[in-house]
């Protein structure tokens, strides 16, 4: 006989694991009862032959038992071991904290959307590494009307970009066809940007006469994205009145700014 707290645990995992409460009684009696006839268990859990033999098939689509894979005259029947059930257990419960995480990151987002109603104007925060680097992707995956707009530092967001594929990612970009202006500050990073301009979609230009700093922003469509990444954090507004202000400041400076 199971110990009654483990066939309580047992049950639950079951269930998460999308078993129908006949299928998870199947699996526990089998359990308790070892290796036995079709007979035998149509008894114990007080269920006809014939359903009993699709309750076996359930659990076969479920990865729990091997029955139909048996020979004629060997038919006892018998689950897999409750290290299998553990182990799809574990497997689901990644899967979950996976979707978590994601659906965490794109929470602002959709908490925005939610409460704008009829406003035009929007605000999104991402205060975590990961959301800053979601929010740099879209640098080089949203398509644009006009070339989108960079100003500032780009040595983080460089780096970053190494752990996701900054390769790919450009290659990406330029096959959409998504062109970069760049305002830099003058930086060994910058110039290599600069050298690889023509190839790789882009105009760079270096800030003069300016003191270091290390945040930057982009300007795209009608959305302005900063980032700060000591935070990090990234801040995301949408307006098309502010994003029109801040490209005339841009393109202020584009004239006044060294092509060299």
Do not use: C
Not at 30 to 44: A, D, E, M, P, R
Not at 133 to 159: A, C, W
Not at 168 to 175: C, K, P
């Amino acid at each position: 006989m199971l110990d009654t707290d483990l066939k309580e645990n047992l049950y639950t995992m079951l269930k998460e694991l999308g078993l129908l409460p006949q299928e998870i009684d199947l699996y526990l009696t089998s359990l308790s009862l070892g290796s036995t006839s079709i007979t035998n268990i149509s008894k114990q859990i007080g269920v006809s032959r014939p359903n009993v033999y699709k309750l076996i098939h359930a659990l076969e689509s479920h990865g729990l038992a091997d029955f139909s894979t048996q020979k004629k005259y060997s038919r006892d029947f018998m689950v897999k071991s409750p290290s299998v059930v553990l182990e799809k257990f574990r497997r689901r419960k990644g899967e979950y904290e996976q979707l978590e995480k994601e659906v965490s990151l794109s929470m602002p987002e959709m908490l925005a959307q939610y409460s704008q109603g009829a406003e035009t104007s929007v605000v999104k925060i991402f205060e975590s590494k990961d959301a800053l680097t979601q929010m740099l992707i879209r640098l080089h995956t949203e398509e644009t009307k006009s070339p989108t707009l960079v100003f500032g530092s780009v040595d983080y967001h460089m780096d970053v970009m190494k752990e996701v594929g900054y390769e790919r990612l450009v290659r990406e970009r330029v096959q959409r066809g998504i062109e970069l202006k760049m305002l830099l500050l003058k930086t060994p990073v910058a110039e290599a940007m600069k050298e690889r301009a023509k190839e790789e979609l882009r105009e760079v230009r270096f800030l003069r006469g300016m003191q270091p700093f290390k945040t930057a922003y982009q300007v795209f469509e009608k959305k302005i994205l900063f980032w700060q990444p000591k935070a990090p954090l990234a801040i995301l507004v949408e307006d098309e009145y502010l994003a029109e202000m801040h490209r005339s400041m841009f393109q202020k400076l584009w004239d006044e700014s060294s092509a060299n």
